[in-house]
Structures are given as C-alpha cells and as structure tokens.
C-alpha cells in the first residue's frame, strides 16, 4: 500500500507502532486410598491455577479504543431502568455514587448489536435506515429483526460448535451438528432439552443421529488396533466417562471439575475455589457413575477403524472405580452407584442414568445461572461471574461468605434473577438475549468523559470493548470490501466463515485466522488476548490488501464508478467499515489523498480504516 496509506493511517489517528502497542487485542466396599500424588507432581500440574487470574483489562482496553473515537456526552449518575436487569445495575451504582456513561448513539448501537447478535456489521443502507428512523421503539424492534436473522443463527451456531469443541473427531456427525445446532436456535429450542438430548444421546452411528456427536467428539482412544469388531478397548470407556462429566459440568453448570477427577480437594483446592475444596473424588467417581452403563463402540472395516464413526448405546456393566486411566492418577475405589455432585440425588429405579443426569443438570438453578452467566460474558464483555465457567459455589451469597474470601459475583441479585427469568421463560435463548439487549445496562457507550476509576469496573457503568473473534473480523472485511471469502461447504461455495461447521482454508487465509484467536477445537476455547501481530498482520495480508485494491469486483472499483462526488465516496466508505461518518478532520484528509490519485487514494483509505483500532473492536 506504500507510504500515502501508512501517513493517512496515522493523521487519522492511529499509527502500525500505536497498534501494536495497544496488543488489541463395579463396586468395591474397600476404603478408599489416598491418591499417590506428591507435592511437587501436584504443584507442577496445578500451577496454573495457582497464579494469580488474568482478568481480562477490559476497562484498560475499553479506555483505548473508546478514545480513538469522537467525543461523546457526559458521564451520568442515573438513567431510568428500562427492565429488571437495569434496576440491579443502576440502583448499584446510584446507592455507591458511581457515575456511568450515556448512552450508545445510533451508528454505535447498531454496529455493536448487529456483531454480537449476528456477527457482521451493518451496510451504509441499515445505517441510515435506522439513524433517519424516528420511532422511539426502534432499537427493540431492531433487536427483534436481527434476533430472527439467518445470520444469528449461523453466528450463534459457530459460537456452540466452538464452545463443544465440534471437530474431525466427530467425522461426518460434525456437519450434522452443526446442521442440528442451526435447527435448534432457529426455532428457538428451549436450551435445557438441548442440553438433555446431549447427555443422554444415544445412536447406532453418530453420523444419524446429531446429539450424540458430542459424545463421539469427547471420547478417548484406547487401543490403535482392534482384536475384533466389538472390542470395547477401542476406546478407553472409563476416561470416556470422566471426560464427559468434566464437560458437561463446565459447560452446563460453569463448574471445573478437572482438579477433583483427580484428588480430593481438602488440602490442595482452598486457595483456589473453596466450594471445590471440600469435595472428595468420590464424589466425582458417583456422577461418572451415570454414565457407566455407556458403551462407545469405534466401527472399523478391514481392520480399520472408520474415521469418527460410533455406535452409543448402555449396554456397558457400570463404573469401575478401581479401573486403569490413561490420563489420570489410578482409580482407588469407593462407591459407583450414581449421586449427583450438587444434590446427592440418586437416579429413579427404571430410569436410564443418564436421562437422569440430564434431568438433574437441567432442573439445578446453577444451569439457568451459568447459562445466562456465559451470555452476559458474551455480550457485555465481562461476567457476573469471571471466569464464566470457574463458579465457586461458596462464595455466591454475600450474607454467608468464607472468611477471608471475597464475594464472587460482581451482582448476585441480578445474576439470580436472571437465571430466574431464564426459567421462567422456558430456557429461551432468544429471550435471555432479548432482555439483555435491551436493557441500558447493554445499550451504554463505551466511551465515559470525565474521569474513569477502575473501581467503576464491577458496576458495568460503561459497554466494555472486546476484540473481534477471527471469523468476526474476516467476515466484517468481507462486508467492508464487498470481496467475499471463497469457503466450500458441503457442495456449495458460501461467503463468510461464519457459515461454516468448523475452520476452513489454508496458506495466508489459515495464518490470518489463527493470529487473530481462531479455535483449533482441540482444547478448550481460549480468552481472546492481544498481539502485536495482529496490527501488523492487518497491515500486510492478502486477506486485506487483495481485497482493498480496486478490483471488478470490489467495494472501492463500485464507489469509484458510482459517484463521481468523493465527498460521498468518503463518507459511503466510512459507513461501510466504521459504521459511522467522517470527523471533519477526517473527511478532510481523505479528500486530499483522493485528490492527488482518485484510485490509490480509495484503495489507501479503505486499506487505512480497516487498520485503525475501532475497526477490529465491537465497542
């Protein structure tokens, strides 16, 4: 792009080192044994948790990026509650005296509701729609049209297909899950019977029947080569077991179990989540205990086992507690008759078990507070509970606090309710994103004039920024260039990557997509951080600078021949990659690179906006 794009990049008011800078960012009636773990082993294998928790700087962020942009109203002290969700955050800050930002303008409520419900930005025709529009009703309904988007559905599937993980291991069932995921958010499926069809999935082959591909996914290889055709060793079913039940407690409940799949937690957990800390083993060993009598059977032909392929049924003898691991310390003993960790609870006589875990899962108010706690994260940035799947159950009630600890939540109150209205509302997504969405606690500006503490943080008195996921930031280019992505999927050729079941492409495209966070759906997902690889890489990309120069069949050859007037050339290209017009300043600029080379000065400022800051932050 050459030095004009690089001086216009910083005269706008960013420069590539500002960037970088920024890092944007069976039984047994045996006692049980005392697991031979020594402190050095365990130290190693825990130091993670140890260290202190990186919360995410996201009012340090919010503050750079937010001040890259024009001014804004002053910070106020109180807005009238447009739900139940403002009455707990405003009354907050109104009893401490903390000041919050205005509210988001138009063009900033638009650009941010339209990424985070379906992960694109807005076209400069919806920009001035909505902006010349004069019903006062009109972010509500905005957020009723998108909500019943297509793209919703296709972001918020890529979202789950991420969140559990769904990859090769699932073979052809990827597809169908993400197929079965996309039915089950576009009819607005009530998310408990979701989770319960997961848990209890049961199939001759994952590659018919959806839910169960999750089961497949999670499943841990035992043997490289069968005996025969029905040998269970295939795959190792005990670890199997456990593994499910660390996922489906972390995802359905928020809570971490890894550490006592492994020990009991007296003794090594009271430093790091005290609720954790006074559970046993055991009581893990009797939750996988629902899920003993599964059976993962690994098809194979010719002596080959067939590319994540599984037969899933309950047909096994039950939970050995005394059974080998190949990716824990030894198994000791103690009871395997089924006990939910939360309630003790034990399965009804005839009822599969694990129907019955689903049910108990479900129907515990800590799945409606975790849902919606994961929500909140997604949409403001930052939980109630940070992080949204580390819950320590002990520290939830500030009338009943562990001495010395303080209290998790930043709004217990407003977390219950939450999960209460979540229930009430028949576990709709839809619904729980409707109030959030809705509420002033959402629709705050993310910049705050005047002077921000960093106490004000817990109160949510500002929108915090959060960097773009990689799929966000190639599809929002594609929309900006107007040059889509060139992704097959099944027998057709579609757009964004947001439409796929799973990372796709290669060479440039692949290294583009990874510098920025993508998933490799290996390992859990990741909090998105910063690097200062990423401006740089936004700088020199094909993925960028083949799609800014003014081709046949791009954005800027389309705004080159459509007006003949740069003034609007300017302001269209603006509208169409910050969702916002130009500063005078701005405009100024602009013009004066057009001036001297009508084609490289478009090319250059299209280049230029995709690299300033705001561009690659949902603020």
Same mark, same amino acid.
């Given at each position: ?184 958010? +576009? ?88 609720? #954790? ?91 409606? +507070? ?36 303080? #209290? ?83 027998? +057709? ?63 800027? +050859? ?62």
């Amino acid at each position: 792009m050459g030095r004009k794009a690089i001086f216009l990049l910083s005269v706008i008011g960013v420069s590539p080192s500002a960037l970088a800078a920024d890092k944007a960012p069976a039984k047994s009636t045996q006692p049980l044994r005392e697991e031979s773990m020594s402190s050095d082993h365990f130290a190693e294998a825990h130091a993670p948790l140890f260290a202190p928790k990186r919360r995410p700087q996201a009012a340090v962020l919010t503050e750079r990026v937010a001040q890259a942009r024009p001014a804004g109203a002053e910070a106020k002290f109180h807005l009238p509650p447009r739900n139940y969700i403002d009455r707990h955050v405003f009354s907050k800050m109104l009893r401490d005296g903390v000041p919050h930002a205005p509210l988001s303008s138009d063009t900033e409520f638009l650009r941010r509701l339209t990424l985070d419900l379906t992960g694109r930005i807005p076209s400069p025709a919806e920009i001035r729609e909505f902006t010349a529009d004069t019903d006062p009703r009109k972010r509500e309904k905005l957020i009723d049209r998108l909500l019943d988007s297509e793209a919703f559905v296709e972001k918020w599937a890529y979202f789950f297909m991420d969140l559990f993980r769904a990859n090769g291991k699932m073979g052809r069932g990827q597809n169908l899950f993400h197929y079965w995921m996309k039915e089950n958010l +576009r009819v607005d499926r009530p998310y408990d019977d979701v989770a319960r069809d997961i848990i209890a999935a049961s199939a001759k082959s994952n590659h018919v029947v959806a839910a169960s591909s999750l089961i497949a996914r999670e499943h841990v290889q035992g043997k490289a080569q069968p005996d025969d055709g029905h040998d269970l060793e295939m795959v190792h079913q005990l670890d199997t077991h456990d593994e499910l039940n660390v996922l489906y407690s972390k995802t359905f409940l928020g809570i971490n179990l890894s550490c006592i799949s492994c020990h009991d937690g007296k003794g090594r957990l009271e430093k790091v989540n005290v609720w #954790l800390s006074r559970k046993k083993r055991s009581e893990f060993f009797q939750t996988s205990a629902f899920l003993g009598n599964s059976r993962y059977l690994m098809y194979w032909e010719d002596g080959k086992p067939q590319s994540g392929e599984f037969l899933i049924d309950d047909d096994s003898p039950g939970y050995n507690t005394r059974g080998a691991s190949m990716i824990r310390v030894p198994r000791f003993g103690g009871p395997n008759t089924p006990a939910f960790y939360l309630t003790g609870e034990k399965p009804r006589p005839g009822v599969e078990p694990r129907a019955e875990l689903g049910r108990m899962i479900t129907a515990h108010p800590q799945f409606a +507070r975790a849902t919606a706690n994961m929500f909140w994260w997604r949409l403001m940035g930052v939980g109630i509970v940070e992080p949204y799947d580390e819950f320590d159950l002990a520290r939830q009630d500030p009338a009943n606090l562990p001495d010395g600890w303080d #209290l998790q939540p930043s709004h217990p109150e407003l977390l219950n309710e939450l999960g209460a209205q979540f229930r009430k509302n028949g576990y709709s997504v839809k619904s729980l994103f409707r109030d959030l969405c809705n509420s002033n606690a959402y629709q705050l500006s993310a910049r705050f004039e005047g002077e921000w503490k960093e106490a004000y943080s817990r109160y949510f008195a500002r929108k915090f920024v959060r960097m773009l996921g990689a799929e966000e930031l190639h599809d929002a280019i594609v929309v900006a260039t107007g040059k889509p992505g060139n992704f097959k999927f099944g027998d +057709r050729q579609v757009p964004m990557a947001m439409q796929l079941s799973g990372p796709s492409g290669g060479g440039e495209l692949k290294y583009f997509m990874q510098t920025f966070g993508q998933s490799n759906r290996n390992n859990p997902p990741k909090l998105l951080t910063g690097s200062p690889l990423q401006p740089l890489l936004l700088m020199q990309s094909p993925v960028v600078n083949d799609r800014v120069v003014a081709g046949k069949d791009n954005r800027a +050859r389309q705004l080159l021949d459509s007006y003949s007037d740069n003034s609007r050339l300017v302001e269209e290209m603006f509208l169409g990659t910050l969702s916002r017009p130009p500063s005078m300043t701005e405009q100024e600029i602009a013009l004066a690179a057009l001036a001297r080379n009508r084609v490289e000065g478009a090319q250059n400022l299209q280049w230029a906006l995709i690299n300033l800051t705001e561009f690659f932050f949902n603020y």
